[in-house]
């Protein structure tokens, strides 16, 4: 397998976790691009480091924060991203609880509308594994007839 390697001139290369953060794009996609050679990078004593235009380094700006995964969305310590965090910096410590309380309580009720869900689905599953038996069943005393009359 051949991998793109550049020369070491007086350009900007940044670890792979560093380079994900500037520019907002995953550590997973930047190794598929690493093994798909459609970035500039170099192995270092065994850590990838991707070469790091103007524009990367002068970026001050963070990233939009991405979910780390649907369970974080459901986790009652859930951290709260950066853009709520600047739309409640005006706010009093009571009304910030106030908000708090109020996805807290969103958060629960989605919670138990899944549960609730899932508990409805469990029971069609349970009547159609009953149905399922009974068909059997029918179909066993129907093949034992016809095999009865011939």
């Known amino acids: 397998m051949e991998r793109r390697m550049t020369e070491m001139r007086a350009e900007n290369w940044l670890p ?3 380079y994900a953060a500037r520019t907002g ?3 997973s996609t930047l190794r598929r691009k690493i093994k ?3 970035v500039d990078f170099r192995l270092e004593a065994g850590k990838y480091l991707l070469r790091c235009d ?3 380094l002068s970026e001050e700006t963070t990233p939009e924060v991405v979910p780390e995964s649907k369970r974080a969305y ?3 310590d859930a951290v709260v991203p950066p853009s709520a965090q600047a739309a409640t910096s ?3 410590l009571e009304e910030v609880q106030s908000l708090i309380d109020l996805a807290q309580s969103k958060q629960d009720l989605r919670w138990r509308a899944a549960e609730a869900r899932v508990a409805g689905l469990a029971r069609k599953v349970d009547a ?3 149905q399922v038996s009974e068909l059997k ?3 066993r005393l129907f093949e034992e007839r016809l095999d009865g009359r011939r």
Request: aromatic fraction near 8%; hydrophobic fraction near 45%.
């Open 137 to 139: 069943m029918l179909v």
């Open 74 to 76: 459901f986790s009652s």
């Open 25 to 27: 794009v995953s550590i």
């Open 90 to 92: 005006g706010l009093g």
């Open 36 to 38: 798909a050679n459609a």
């Open 128 to 130: 159609f594994s009953e």
């Open 16 to 18: 792979l976790t560093e």
């Open 54 to 56: 103007d524009e990367c």
